[in-house]
C-alpha cells in the first residue's frame, strides 16, 4: 500500500539590525542543512504540526503568517508556513538536531542542503518583494 508521510514546518523570519534573516536545523542523521521540519501527529492539523516542530526542533516560538507551500517527495509531502519569531528559548542540541543558526538569505542560499529548500526561499523572497 502507498502511504503518504504528512509533514510540516517552517521559514522562520527575524529582523536583526533592519535585514531579515533565516533560521536552519543542521540534521546529523543526514549531514544537511534544512529547515525545520516534521512529521504530524495523530489529530493535529498542518498548522500545528508546522508550529510543533519548530518549536521541538529549535526552541523558539513563533507566529504563523501564511503557508508557503507544499514539497512533494515520493511517498512524503511537507507543508511550509512562513513564520516570525515570537520568542527565542534555549536550544540544546540532540540526536535529531544538533545545531541551529539565524543566517542573512544569501547566506541561506549556500548553506541549505538541498534544492527544494533554496526554493522555498526564493519563493518568500519574491513573495516580499512584490508586497514592497
Given at each position: 500500500m502507498n502511504h503518504t508521510i504528512i509533514a510540516a514546518g517552517g521559514l522562520v523570519a527575524r529582523d536583526i539590525n533592519g535585514e531579515l534573516h533565516y533560521l536552519l536545523v543542521h540534521r546529523p542523521r543526514?549531514?544537511?542543512w534544512s529547515f525545520p521540519k516534521g512529521k504530524q501527529d495523530p489529530g493535529e492539523d498542518i498548522l500545528q504540526t508546522a508550529l510543533r516542530e519548530v518549536h521541538e526542533e529549535t526552541a523558539c516560538?513563533?507566529?504563523p503568517r501564511h503557508e508557503l507551500g507544499t514539497k512533494k517527495y515520493p511517498n512524503k509531502?511537507?507543508?511550509y508556513w512562513v513564520m516570525t519569531l515570537?520568542?527565542?528559548?534555549?536550544f540544546v542540541a540532540?540526536?535529531?538536531?544538533?545545531?541551529?543558526?539565524?543566517v542573512t538569505a544569501p547566506i541561506a542560499?549556500?548553506?541549505?542542503?538541498h534544492v527544494q529548500d533554496r526554493e522555498l526561499?526564493?519563493?518568500?523572497?519574491e513573495e516580499i518583494a512584490h508586497t514592497k
Open positions: 543526514y549531514s544537511d516560538i513563533c507566529i509531502e511537507v507543508h515570537a520568542e527565542e528559548g534555549l540532540n540526536d535529531e538536531i544538533d545545531q541551529i543558526q539565524w542560499f549556500k548553506t541549505l542542503t526561499l526564493q519563493q518568500y523572497l
